[in-house]
């Protein structure tokens, strides 16, 4: 299959909006599982035809410990030791082509890669954080692919799978039946408003899910405090 390094932007919505309702990526399993959810949606674009790329945070004094703290839509905060994300270019309508964070855990649609890196919401004493986006076969830090110590194949063909199966059991007996919350994407704010334009019906059900749903658009994003953007491999 030749592959194409873009998608349009109705094809960037269905694509996030089926990996969010997807109960296979366990995206409720906020406190791990990150490395395998980013790796199956990898794969999913693959599918497509898309080449996608991953977007690795770390903190800049990386050390063995829980250093990544964000806090998510229903206020809890995580702690973890890195974030991947799986990331692919989008056509927007004006001819430009954006770097797009597709980031089910936290937001209801892609967001830009600056969107993201300068609006995450941080711990306000956190670690500097440093980004870095890559092909989706590369690693950035130390030299995996998969997570920053190990590369895909050497952890077994299903190994992400087995992974997310595991976060279904346990996001199942911590969560069952409890839809997360996640931030306005403004790209899918400015999707929706194109499609009223056109005349077609935008409700509720446009900012939910089957296991989400978008809080108040007006909520502010708390801008976070520092970051450190590093050079790509690409």
Known sequence: MSLRNVLNEAQAIDFFDRAAN??????????????????????????????????????????????????????????????????????????RIDEMVFDTLMFDGPVPFEFYEHNILQDEDADLLKYAIAKYDEGVWGWGNYTPKWSAHERGKNHAEKILEELREEQERLFKNLKRKVFPSPFRLEFLAKQQLDNKTITKRSFEGTDWTTIDASTPLMRKRRSLLLGRKI
């Open 22 to 95: 997807n109960a296979d990526l366990a995206n409720n399993a906020y406190w791990r599982g990150c490395f395998a959810r980013a790796h199956v949606m990898c794969k999913d674009f693959l599918k497509l035809g898309i080449e996608p790329k991953k977007l690795w945070i770390e903190a800049e004094s990386a050390i063995d410990g829980d250093i990544v703290s964000f806090k998510l839509g229903n206020g809890r905060r995580t702690k973890w030791n890195y974030h991947v994300l799986p990331v692919a270019d989008v056509l927007r309508h004006d001819g």
